[in-house]
C-alpha cells in the first residue's frame, strides 16, 4: 500500500489526530487533517516539540513508514470534551482503526506476557486465523506462507524472540518479508512487523503485528535491481551521490575500483579515484568538474547532465579513453538533490573517429590530387560552383553564368570539334536530367579532347555524379581529369600489343616449322634404324653386312639422342628455365675429362687433338663446370664433325685480364676442317641453321648446338666468336669472367694425340650386383658386361638388391649398377640402405647409377643417397667400361652432366 493511501486513509478518521515523526531528524514526515485542526502549527517538514501540549494525552508507537520503510514514531491524540484523554484503552482503539485498520491488511494485537492473542483485524484478502490461542493461530499463520519463509517467520516473530528484542533499551520494530498465499490462490510478498506496545495497567507486554501486500514495491525493486545490473554491466560502476550529505552508493563491475578503499565520504573517494584511476594530464579537468562542490555550482547554473571526456586506467593498467557521466536526480521528500554518476568506455569510439577523420581528410586530399576540376550543380535552378581550379585548363571567366551557359560554352569554345555531337548528347543538361531521373543510372562519364590554356588539344575524363534527387532538386558532382599521358600510354601499349601478337604469329609459324623439321630430323634416323635393322634380318648369315648395318644403326640413334638433348636444352633456354650451379671447381679435372671424351672420338677419323694451358691460368675457379664442359664439347664435337680425316682440332686457355679476384679466361676452339661462307656466319647462332653441304646432310645435326652454346654463354656473362674461311677452318672464341678461388697456376702440359691401339679392359675375376627392373634392358647390361669377363648377379627391384648384398659376404661384390626408377623399392632407396648396413663394405662399395633420368636434380639426390657415378641410358659401352674401371681401381667418378 502506498503513502499515498494510508495517507487518504488516516485523513478519513476524522476523531483521531495523528503525527508521523522522523527519528533521525525529529522532522514530522505526515501530519493528519485532525492533528492540524487541533495544532495549526504542525506541518511536514517541521520539527516535533510536543505541539500538543499537556492537555492532550498522547499515545506513541514505533513504526516504518512509506515504502522506503523509514524508521519513525506515530503519534496519536483524541482529545476529550475538557481536551483530556479519560480512558487510554479508547485511545489505542480510535488509533489502530484510523492508522492501522485502514493501512494495512491484517492487524494483530498479543500480549506476550500472557502468550494471548486479544484482536485480530484483517482486510479479507487472505484466510484469516480463527484460533485465539498463540500457538494456534502462529501454526495457522505459518501454513499459509511459503514454505522457503516458515522456518524464518517462526524465529523472528516466535514469542520468547519478541520478549527478547523488545527487552532492549533501544527496542525497535521487528521485520521480515516473505510470501503468502491469498484467497486467490496465489502467492503474495507481505511485510510483517511486530511494534513494541507500551505495558498496559496491569503490567502486560504488549505488542501490534502489522502485515502489508507488498507486490508492488517488490516487483519495483526487481526491475530496479534488474536495471541496476544492466547498467552495471553496461557502465562497469554506479555511484549514487547525495549532494546535501556527501555520502554516496556505489555499484561496481569494474575491477579498476576493486583497489580503492570503501568510503562513505564521497569527497575522500573521489580524491583516491582521480589520483588512482584518471590519467595524470586530465586529473585537473576531472577534479574541476567532478568534486561536490564544482557539481553543486554546475547544477545551480542550471545543468542537468555533466559530461567529460578523459584517458581512465582499467584493472589491466592501460589508460583507455572513457565518457564521465553525471546525472541530476532530483529529491522531491527533501527538496535536495542526488548526482546518479558513471561512465563508458569509448575508446574504440575514439579510434574509430579518429581514424573517420583521417580517411576523411585522406579522401578530400586524394580526390582534389586526383582531379583537375570538381565543380558542384543543381541541374534544375542552374546553380552551380567550383571546387577547384588549375591554371592551365580553359574555364569560362565570364560573371554570374549558369550551369545551362557554361556547358553550352564548353561545347562551343572547348571541346573538340569532331567530338562535340557526342558530349552533347551525353553530357549536355537535358541528356543528364533524363539519364538521372529514370534512376537507372547515377553515374555518367565521357572522355573527349578539350582545349588547353597553351591552345593544345589534351584527352580529358569527365565524370558527372548523382549526389542526391528529389521532386524540386537534381544535385550533381562533376569531375575533370587530364588523362592524355595515360591515353598516350594506352596507345603505346597497344602498339606494344600488335606487335606482341605480330611476334605470336611470328612464332606460331616458327613453331610450326620447327615441328615440320623435327618431324623430318626424327623420322630419317627412324628410318635409318628401322631400315638397317630389317636388312641386317635378311642378312644374318653376312657378318660384314650385319656390322655395317649396326655400326649405322649406333650412328643414327647417337643422332636422335643429341637431337633429343639439344631439343630439351633449347626449351628450357627459351622459357627461362636455365640456371647455374656456380660451385669451385678444379679447371685441370675438366680438361682431363675432355681430353679423353675428345681423344676417343679423334682416334676414329685419326685426327690429331690437342689442349695447351698457358702459365697464369689458375687452377681452381668458381663457376658452373658443367655448363663450360657444355659448351666446350659442343665446339669441339662441330670441329671434330666437320674435319677431314687426318685433321688437326686444338683447345687452347689463355688468361685476357684479372681484376678484384675475377679472371677473363679465353678458350679458342680452332681446326682445319671445311669452314664457312660469309653468308652463313651472320646466321650462325640461330636455331635450326646450318650450311647444306654438297652431297646432302648425313645427320649432321639439329642445328640447335651453336645457338645453344651462344645462350649459355650469355648465361654466364661471356662472349662467344667466330673466325672462318671456307675450305681453310674455323677458330671459335669463348671469353667467360670467372672468380678465382687461388693464387696457385694450374699449368696443364699440351696433350697431343694420335691413333693409338685400343686397350683391352679385363674385368676377369670381379663380380658386380647389376638392378634394373626392365627385362630387355637387364639383357643388354649383363650381355655388355659379361662381354669384358665380369661376373653378373642380378636383382630386380631395390629390395632385392638390399637383400642380395646384405646376405653376401663382405667383399662378395666388387661394385653395384643401380637402375633409380623401380618398383617395390626405388635405387636411392636401396643405395641409402645399402650405405646404412653394418658391415665393412657398405660405405666402399662403389654404386653407379644407370638410369635414363637425366636430370641434374635427380643427380644431385643420387648423390646424396650414397651413389658414386652416374651413367645416363642410353649408356654407352665404352663409358660404360671406362667408369667401371675407374671404380674398381678406386678413382674418382666421372660426374653427371648436369641436365634441367
Same mark, same amino acid.
Given at each position: 500500500?502506498?503513502v499515498?493511501t494510508?495517507?487518504?486513509?488516516?485523513?478519513g478518521h476524522a476523531d483521531?489526530?495523528v /503525527?508521523?515523526?522522523?527519528?533521525?531528524?525529529?522532522?514530522?514526515?505526515f501530519?493528519?487533517?485532525?492533528?492540524?485542526?487541533?495544532?495549526?502549527?504542525?506541518?511536514a517538514?517541521?520539527?516535533?516539540?510536543?505541539l500538543?501540549?499537556?492537555?492532550?494525552e498522547t499515545h506513541?508507537?514505533?513504526?516504518?513508514?512509506?515504502?522506503e520503510?523509514?524508521?519513525?514514531?506515530?503519534v496519536?491524540?483524541?482529545?476529550?470534551?475538557k481536551?483530556?484523554?479519560?480512558?487510554?484503552?479508547?485511545?489505542?482503539?480510535?488509533?489502530?482503526d484510523a492508522?492501522?485498520?485502514?493501512?494495512?491488511?491484517?492487524?494483530?494485537y498479543?500480549?506476550?506476557t500472557r502468550?494471548?492473542?486479544v484482536? @485480530?483485524r484483517?482486510?479479507?484478502?487472505?484466510e484469516a486465523?480463527?484460533?485465539?490461542?498463540?500457538e494456534?493461530?502462529?501454526?495457522?499463520?505459518? %501454513?499459509?506462507?511459503?514454505?522457503?519463509d516458515? =522456518?524464518?517467520?517462526?524465529?523472528?516473530?516466535?514469542?520468547?524472540? #519478541?520478549?527478547r528484542?523488545?527487552?532492549?533499551?533501544?527496542?525497535g520494530?521487528?521485520?521480515?518479508?516473505?510470501r503468502?498465499?491469498?484467497?486467490?490462490?496465489?502467492?503474495?510478498?507481505?511485510?510483517?512487523?511486530?511494534?513494541?506496545?507500551t505495558?498496559?495497567e496491569?503490567?502486560?507486554?504488549?505488542?501490534?503485528?502489522?502485515?502489508?501486500?507488498?507486490?508492488?514495491?517488490?516487483?519495483?525493486?526487481?526491475?530496479?535491481?534488474?536495471?541496476?545490473?544492466?547498467m552495471?554491466?553496461l557502465?562497469?560502476?554506479?555511484?549514487?551521490v547525495?549532494?546535501k550529505?556527501?555520502?554516496? &552508493?556505489?555499484?561496481?563491475?569494474d575491477e579498476?575500483?576493486?583497489?580503492?578503499?570503501?568510503?562513505?565520504?564521497?569527497?575522500?573517494?573521489?580524491?583516491?579515484?582521480?589520483?588512482?584511476?584518471?590519467?595524470p594530464?586530465?586529473r585537473?579537468?576531472?577534479?574541476?568538474?567532478?568534486?561536490?562542490?564544482?557539481?553543486r555550482?554546475?547544477?545551480?547554473?542550471?545543468k542537468?547532465?555533466l559530461?567529460?571526456?578523459?584517458?581512465r586506467?582499467?584493472?589491466e593498467?592501460?589508460? %583507455?579513453?572513457?565518457?564521465?557521466?553525471?546525472?541530476v536526480?532530483?529529491? =522531491?521528500?527533501?527538496g535536495?538533490?542526488?548526482?546518479?554518476?558513471?561512465?563508458r568506455?569509448i575508446?574504440?569510439?575514439?579510434?574509430?573517429q579518429?581514424?573517420?577523420?583521417n580517411?576523411?581528410?585522406?579522401?578530400?586530399a586524394?580526390?582534389n590530387?586526383?582531379?583537375?576540376?570538381?565543380?558542384?550543380?543543381?541541374?534544375?535552378?542552374g546553380?552551380?560552383r567550383?571546387?577547384?581550379?588549375?591554371?592551365d585548363?580553359?574555364?569560362?571567366?565570364?560573371?554570374s553564368v549558369?550551369?545551362?551557359?557554361?556547358?553550352?560554352?564548353c561545347?562551343?569554345?572547348k571541346?573538340?570539334?569532331?567530338?562535340?555531337?557526342?558530349?552533347?548528347?551525353?553530357?549536355?543538361?537535358?541528356?543528364?536530367?533524363?539519364?538521372?531521373?529514370?534512376?537507372?543510372?547515377?553515374?555518367?562519364?565521357?572522355?573527349?579532347?578539350?582545349?588547353?590554356?597553351?591552345?593544345?588539344?589534351?584527352?580529358?575524363? @569527365?565524370?558527372?555524379q548523382?549526389?542526391?534527387?528529389?521532386?524540386?532538386?537534381?544535385?550533381?558532382?562533376v569531375?575533370?581529369?587530364?588523362?592524355?599521358?595515360?591515353?598516350?600510354?594506352?596507345e603505346?601499349?597497344?602498339?606494344?600489343?600488335?606487335e606482341?601478337?605480330?611476334?605470336?604469329?611470328q612464332a606460331?609459324?616458327a613453331k610450326?616449322?620447327?615441328?615440320?623439321?623435327?618431324?623430318h630430323?626424327i623420322r630419317? $634416323?627412324?628410318?635409318?634404324?628401322?631400315g638397317?635393322?630389317?636388312?641386317?634380318?635378311?642378312?644374318?648369315?653376312k657378318?660384314?653386312?650385319?656390322?655395317?648395318?649396326?655400326?649405322k644403326?649406333?650412328?643414327?640413334a647417337?643422332?636422335?639422342?643429341?637431337? &633429343?638433348?639439344?631439343?630439351?636444352?633449347?626449351?628450357r /633456354?627459351?622459357?627461362?628455365?636455365?640456371e647455374?650451379?656456380?660451385?669451385?671447381?678444379?679447371?685441370n679435372?675438366l680438361l682431363?675429362?675432355?681430353?679423353?671424351?675428345c681423344e676417343?672420338?679423334?682416334?676414329?677419323?685419326?685426327?690429331?687433338?690437342t @689442349?695447351?694451358?698457358?702459365?697464369?691460368?689458375?687452377r681452381?675457379?668458381?663457376?658452373?663446370?658443367l655448363?663450360?664442359?657444355?659448351?666446350?664439347?659442343?665446339l669441339?664435337?662441330?670441329?671434330?664433325k666437320?674435319?677431314?680425316?687426318?685433321?688437326?682440332?686444338?683447345?687452347?686457355?689463355?688468361r685476357?685480364?684479372?681484376?678484384?679476384?675475377?679472371?677473363? #679466361?679465353?678458350?679458342?676452339v680452332?681446326?682445319?676442317?671445311?669452314?664457312?661462307?660469309k653468308?652463313?656466319?651472320?646466321?650462325?647462332?640461330?636455331?635450326f641453321?646450318?650450311?647444306?653441304?654438297?652431297?646432302?646432310?648425313?645427320?649432321?645435326?639439329?642445328?640447335?648446338?651453336?645457338?645453344i652454346?651462344?645462350?649459355?654463354?650469355?648465361?654466364?656473362?661471356?662472349?662467344i666468336?667466330?673466325?672462318?674461311?671456307? =675450305?681453310k677452318?674455323?677458330?671459335? /672464341? @669463348?671469353?667467360?669472367?670467372?672468380?678465382?678461388?687461388?693464387d696457385e697456376t694450374g699449368?696443364?702440359?699440351?696433350?697431343?694425340?694420335?691413333?693409338?691401339?685400343?686397350?683391352?679392359? =679385363?674385368?676377369?675375376g670381379?663380380?658386380?650386383l647389376?638392378?634394373?627392373?626392365?627385362?630387355?634392358n637387364?639383357e /643388354?647390361?649383363?650381355?655388355?658386361?659379361?662381354m669384358?669377363? #665380369?661376373?653378373?648377379?642380378?636383382?630386380?627391384n631395390?629390395?632385392?638388391?638390399?637383400?642380395?648384398?646384405?646376405?653376401?659376404? $663382405?667383399?662378395?661384390?666388387?661394385?653395384?649398377?643401380?637402375?633409380?626408377?623401380?618398383?617395390?623399392?626405388?635405387?636411392?632407396?636401396?643405395?641409402s640402405r *645399402?650405405r646404412?648396413?653394418?658391415?665393412?663394405?657398405?660405405?666402399?662399395? $662403389?654404386?653407379?647409377a644407370?638410369?635414363?633420368?637425366?636430370?641434374?636434380q635427380?643427380?644431385k639426390?643420387?648423390?646424396?643417397?650414397? *651413389?658414386?657415378?652416374?651413367?645416363?641410358?642410353?649408356?654407352?659401352?665404352?663409358?660404360?667400361y671406362?667408369?667401371?674401371?675407374?671404380?674398381?681401381s678406386?678413382?674418382?667418378?666421372?660426374?653427371?652432366?648436369?641436365?634441367?
Open positions: 500500500m502506498s499515498f494510508k495517507e487518504s486513509q488516516i485523513n483521531a489526530a /503525527i508521523v515523526v522522523r527519528k533521525e531528524d525529529n522532522r514530522i514526515l501530519c493528519s487533517e485532525a492533528a492540524k485542526s487541533l495544532v495549526p502549527e504542525a506541518g517538514g517541521k520539527l516535533y516539540g510536543g500538543f501540549g499537556k492537555d492532550v506513541t508507537a514505533s513504526i516504518e513508514w512509506g515504502e520503510k523509514t524508521p519513525a514514531y506515530v496519536t491524540a483524541v482529545p476529550g470534551k481536551g483530556v484523554m479519560k480512558d487510554r484503552q479508547m485511545v489505542m482503539d480510535m488509533t489502530m492508522l492501522l485498520g485502514k493501512a494495512f491488511d491484517e492487524i494483530v498479543m500480549n506476550l502468550d494471548k492473542i484482536m @485480530v484483517e482486510s479479507g484478502m487472505y486465523a480463527r484460533q485465539q490461542s498463540r494456534g493461530f502462529e501454526k495457522e499463520f505459518l %501454513r499459509t506462507l511459503h514454505s522457503d516458515r =522456518d524464518g517467520f517462526a524465529r523472528h516473530f516466535g514469542r520468547e524472540n #519478541l520478549i528484542e523488545f527487552s532492549a533499551e533501544d527496542a520494530p521487528v521485520y521480515r518479508e516473505g503468502r498465499i491469498g484467497k486467490d490462490g496465489q502467492y503474495h510478498w507481505i511485510s510483517m512487523q511486530a511494534l513494541p506496545m505495558e498496559d496491569s503490567g502486560d507486554r504488549m505488542t501490534v503485528f502489522l502485515l502489508s501486500t507488498i507486490d508492488k514495491r517488490k516487483t519495483l525493486e526487481q526491475e530496479t535491481r534488474m536495471m541496476t545490473n544492466s552495471v554491466s557502465f562497469g560502476e554506479l555511484l549514487l547525495d549532494m550529505t556527501g555520502k554516496f &552508493i556505489a555499484r561496481k563491475s579498476a575500483m576493486n583497489s580503492l578503499e570503501e568510503q562513505e565520504d564521497f569527497a575522500q573517494f573521489n580524491r583516491m579515484y582521480g589520483e588512482r584511476l584518471v590519467h594530464d586530465n585537473k579537468k576531472f577534479f574541476e568538474m567532478f568534486t561536490i562542490p564544482n557539481m555550482k554546475q547544477i545551480e547554473e542550471g542537468r547532465q559530461n567529460m571526456e578523459l584517458r586506467r582499467n584493472s593498467g592501460e589508460y %583507455r579513453w572513457c565518457e564521465l557521466i553525471g546525472i536526480m532530483d529529491n =522531491d521528500l527533501s535536495d538533490y542526488k548526482v546518479f554518476l558513471t561512465f568506455d575508446d574504440e569510439l575514439r579510434k574509430a579518429r581514424e573517420k577523420k580517411a576523411d581528410t585522406r579522401f578530400v586524394a580526390v590530387s586526383f582531379y583537375d576540376t570538381i565543380y558542384e550543380a543543381e541541374l534544375n535552378s546553380y552551380f567550383f571546387w577547384k581550379q588549375t591554371d585548363i580553359l574555364y569560362d571567366k565570364r560573371a549558369n550551369l545551362e551557359k557554361h556547358v553550352e560554352w561545347i562551343n569554345t571541346i573538340h570539334p569532331d567530338y562535340k555531337a557526342a558530349y552533347k548528347e551525353k553530357l549536355d543538361i537535358p541528356s543528364i536530367k533524363k539519364a538521372f531521373e529514370c534512376g537507372e543510372k547515377k553515374e555518367l562519364s565521357l572522355e573527349v579532347p578539350e582545349l588547353c590554356a597553351d591552345g593544345k588539344y589534351r584527352w580529358f575524363s @569527365v565524370q558527372v548523382l549526389l542526391y534527387r528529389d521532386e524540386d532538386e537534381i544535385r550533381i558532382m569531375y575533370v581529369k587530364n588523362i592524355d599521358d595515360a591515353r598516350k600510354e594506352e603505346r601499349k597497344n602498339e606494344e600489343l600488335r606482341a601478337l605480330n611476334l605470336a604469329n606460331s609459324v610450326s616449322e620447327f615441328l615440320s623439321r623435327m618431324s630430323d630419317s $634416323p627412324m628410318n635409318a634404324i628401322l638397317m635393322t630389317a636388312i641386317a634380318a635378311e642378312n644374318l648369315e657378318p660384314d653386312k650385319i656390322a655395317d648395318c649396326l655400326e644403326i649406333g650412328v643414327s647417337k643422332f636422335l639422342l643429341s637431337l &633429343i638433348n639439344d631439343v630439351l636444352d633449347m626449351s /633456354i627459351e622459357n627461362g628455365k636455365m647455374l650451379d656456380l660451385k669451385p671447381f678444379d679447371l679435372g682431363e675429362q675432355l681430353t679423353v671424351i676417343e672420338q679423334s682416334k676414329r677419323k685419326e685426327q690429331e687433338f @689442349v695447351e694451358v698457358s702459365p697464369d691460368v689458375g681452381r675457379y668458381m663457376g658452373d663446370s655448363r663450360i664442359q657444355q659448351v666446350l664439347m659442343n669441339l664435337g662441330n670441329s671434330m666437320y674435319t677431314k680425316e687426318r685433321g688437326h682440332i686444338s683447345l687452347r686457355i689463355d685476357a685480364s684479372a681484376e678484384a679476384g675475377r679472371e677473363k #679466361l679465353v678458350f679458342c680452332k681446326d682445319d676442317g671445311i669452314g664457312m661462307s653468308e652463313f656466319r651472320e646466321r650462325l647462332f640461330e636455331p641453321e646450318q650450311e647444306h653441304l654438297e652431297g646432302g646432310r648425313v645427320f649432321e645435326g639439329s642445328g640447335l648446338g651453336l645457338s652454346t651462344q645462350n649459355l654463354v650469355r648465361l654466364m656473362n661471356g662472349q666468336s667466330v673466325e672462318s674461311e671456307k =675450305d677452318g674455323s677458330c671459335f /672464341i @669463348v671469353t667467360v669472367p670467372l672468380e678465382r678461388m687461388e699449368e696443364m702440359p699440351a696433350r697431343k694425340n694420335r691413333p693409338e691401339p685400343e686397350a683391352k679392359v =679385363d674385368f676377369s670381379k663380380r658386380v647389376l638392378v634394373e627392373d626392365n627385362e630387355l637387364m /643388354i647390361a649383363k650381355s655388355l658386361l659379361e669384358k669377363n #665380369l661376373l653378373v648377379e642380378s636383382a630386380w631395390g629390395a632385392e638388391a638390399v637383400s642380395v648384398f646384405e646376405h653376401a659376404q $663382405p667383399g662378395y661384390f666388387h661394385a653395384v649398377l643401380m637402375d633409380i626408377r623401380m618398383p617395390v623399392m626405388s635405387g636411392l632407396e636401396a643405395a *645399402i646404412s648396413l653394418d658391415r665393412a663394405d657398405a660405405q666402399t662399395i $662403389p654404386i653407379i644407370m638410369t635414363a633420368n637425366a636430370f641434374w635427380e643427380a639426390k643420387a648423390e646424396e643417397a650414397g *651413389i658414386n657415378g652416374y651413367l645416363t641410358k642410353p649408356v654407352e659401352p665404352e663409358v660404360l671406362r667408369t667401371l674401371e675407374k671404380a674398381l678406386g678413382k674418382r667418378l666421372i660426374q653427371p652432366r648436369k641436365e634441367e
